[in-house]
């Protein structure tokens, strides 16, 4: 059965730092394009970021460039986003997807979900 389980959410102030995991079973996660989605309350899910399972490239949504990073731990099965700097506009229901065609990012259409962590940045 392909899962996959979101950690690593939790409340940081303004400024702060969250490290977030997409952890696999069922499938070897190198081999699946994943992204990362959010969802605040009241707006849509966006993407955040997305590796590629052809070239290993990287998309960013704009407001997060320069403060996260999408890596992969092929040994672990698990995706991370590293989120610094985070900002109360970050707060939102954070996913990862994962899906195994062959996929350039961004992209909005994945096969498998996880369940969602949640990320609140406050004061």
């Known amino acids: 059965q392909v899962q996959l389980v979101e950690s690593g959410g939790g409340l940081v102030q303004p400024e702060g730092s969250l490290r977030l995991s997409c952890a696999a079973s069922?499938?070897?996660?190198?081999?699946?394009?994943v992204g990362w989605f959010r969802q605040a309350p009241g707006k849509e899910r966006e993407g955040v970021s997305c590796?590629?399972?052809?070239?290993?490239?990287?998309y960013y949504l704009e407001s997060v460039k320069g403060r996260f990073t999408i890596s992969r731990d092929s040994a672990e099965n698990t995706v991370y986003l590293q989120m610094n700097s985070l900002k109360p506009e970050d707060t939102a229901v954070y996913f990862c997807a994962a899906d195994p065609q062959p996929t350039m990012c961004p992209r909005a259409d994945f096969g498998s979900w996880g369940q969602g962590t949640q990320v609140t940045v406050s004061s």
């Open positions: 069922g499938f070897n996660l190198d081999y699946f394009a």
């Open positions: 590796i590629s399972n052809i070239d290993g490239s990287t």
